[in-house]
């Protein structure tokens, strides 16, 4: 007998409930900088850097001229959505660190390998992650070790990741960052902890919806 782990993608729909994460100020000037996050600078050189990787990949995805012209339009706050991955990147990594929790090379490949044979494959699962989320696919390891690290941070503190528990572990973690956002890319909602106009959420969650045994 074995088991068989079966895990669904799904945007977080707690995120419009969710307890507040993260705040930025914008009262200090920080030239050449999108966001500061602990005290590092996430410059725009790199936020520009990253959004180029995503409208590459979407270039080679969609050949004609058209279409990747309708593609661009329905992304046009690509921008701000790669900063808030990025910034939520580091919050999620230092809470993760703050409980102990890690996540091994070995569980992202596992993890890759379990949603390859869902969506039919490597390049199948590529495309999916771009289109759905706007994760280039050389990004698509660094967006799992993400997912996974929310993951095992839910189990930890007995809980999900829709729960005022696992929000409280990132408000910690926001606030010993003291997290900075450029205005130039939004505001947060406090309440909502998200861009103030975001139209969909920016956390992107992989759970067990299942397990299966079989003979």
């Known amino acids: 007998m074995h088991r068989r782990r079966r895990t669904a993608l799904l945007l977080t729909a707690a995120i419009?409930?969710?307890a507040p994460l993260l705040t930025a100020c914008g009262n200090e000037a920080h030239p050449?900088?999108?966001a500061v996050v602990g005290g590092q600078r996430i410059t725009v050189a790199q936020l520009e850097n990253r959004v180029s990787e995503v409208r590459d990949a979407q270039r080679a995805a969609v050949p004609d001229e058209t279409q990747y012209a309708q593609v661009i339009a329905k992304s046009g706050t690509l921008p701000r959505d790669v900063l808030h991955t990025m910034v939520l990147d580091r919050v999620l990594h230092r809470?993760?660190?703050d409980a102990g929790v890690t996540v091994t090379r070995k569980e992202i490949q596992g993890m890759r390998g379990d949603l390859e044979g869902q969506v039919g494959?490597?390049?199948?699962?590529?495309t999916a992650w771009l289109q759905q989320y706007g994760i280039p696919p050389q990004r698509l390891d660094e967006n799992l070790r993400l997912q996974l690290e929310a993951q095992k941070l839910a189990t930890s503190l007995g809980t999900d990741t829709g729960k005022p528990a696992f929000w409280n572990a990132l408000t910690q973690a926001s606030k010993k960052l003291d997290i900075d956002l450029n205005p130039r890319y939004g505001t947060w909602d406090v309440q909502k902890s998200s861009r103030a106009d975001a139209k969909?959420?920016?956390v992107r969650e992989v759970t067990a919806a299942g397990t299966q045994q079989t003979m």
């Open 121 to 126: 494959g490597a390049e199948a699962l590529e």
């Open 95 to 97: 809470a993760a660190q």
């Open 32 to 34: 050449g900088a999108a």
């Open 16 to 18: 419009a409930a969710a």
């Open 200 to 202: 969909t959420p920016w």
